[in-house]
């Protein structure tokens, strides 16, 4: 038996933003939003590595690899989104303000920038820097070899050999080691891979629920268009409760907590709606 909604369980007061919000650990917040096929995650300090569960809050020095079938999407809490392809490892280094610094080891990437915040993506050939919003795509082949791709936007890149500026529909191939070199060149092409993270940035447009909440608050948003709906509750207001939910079913059921350094203890929601009720 299904619950259409489940009315006031997951009401929030829109100017009340506590939780991970409202740590000193860093300044900015991300998540796992998106799992497909086998995914681990490494958290920092720990040498075992886990099954990757939806919603995990991410800190500096965790760690996200995808298996063979696996693809992984990490959300910022400012909006900006980084996918991983199949056989792809990253490590979160940094969520400072005004710069998320992040490792790519080895695999596929594609990185879409929504704000200001600028971002350094480091790999074993060279460190790249995004001067403004746009859509950039980073592949690290084994050897350390890497090719940058500027979709849209302006990107810095830089070694010892190197300090180059890449623009909107140019490649960068760097290889790695000490005798680096490099290549630039006119860059179009599209495919699968491409096509998957446009269709992925339209999932994430959310309408309805972005009216209802404080500017700073991205990621998650659109999930509530997708699994629930906004109710007005006398004396309280605007509310969000989620649509087809089981009988019997309570908040803080479907999930479990987890110790993460400097928050404490931290619920992960299994549910895909689950990061903004939990957190704000």
Not at 40 to 52: G, L, M
Not at 256 to 278: H, K
């Amino acid at each position: 038996m299904k619950r259409r909604w489940f009315p006031l369980l997951l009401a929030f007061l829109l100017s009340s933003i506590p939780g991970l919000a409202g740590s000193d650990y860093d300044s900015r917040i991300a998540r796992l939003s998106y799992l497909e096929g086998h995914v681990s995650f490494q958290h920092a300090k720990d040498v075992d590595w886990s099954a990757a569960s939806i919603n995990t809050p991410l800190q500096p020095a965790d760690r996200i690899y995808t298996g063979e079938d696996g693809r992984a999407e990490i959300q910022f809490d400012e909006g900006s989104v980084l996918r991983l392809a199949e056989k792809t490892d990253v490590e979160i280094l940094s969520l400072s303000e005004d710069l998320i610094q992040l490792r790519i080891l080895v695999g596929l990437t594609t990185l879409t920038v929504e704000s200001s915040a600028g971002f350094e993506i480091n790999t074993p050939a060279a460190a790249f820097n995004t001067i403004r919003k746009g859509v950039y795509r980073f592949d690290v082949l084994e050897n350390g070899d890497a090719d940058a791709i500027v979709r849209k936007g302006l990107l810095d890149a830089a070694n010892n050999n190197l300090s180059r500026r890449v623009e909107s529909g140019e490649v960068l191939h760097v290889t790695a080691g000490e005798q680096s070199t490099h290549t630039v060149a006119r860059y179009d092409s599209r495919d699968q891979w491409d096509e998957w993270n446009d269709r992925r940035n339209a999932d994430l447009t959310a309408y309805e629920s972005r009216k209802y909440l404080p500017d700073h608050v991205s990621a998650g948003v659109s999930e509530l268009d997708r699994y629930g709906r906004w109710v007005d509750v006398d004396e309280y207001g605007p509310a969000w409760v989620p649509l087809n939910v089981d009988a019997g079913w309570s908040p803080y059921w479907v999930g479990r907590w987890v110790y993460r350094p400097f928050w404490g203890w931290t619920w992960v929601s299994y549910e895909p709606w689950g990061w903004v009720p939990y957190h704000y």
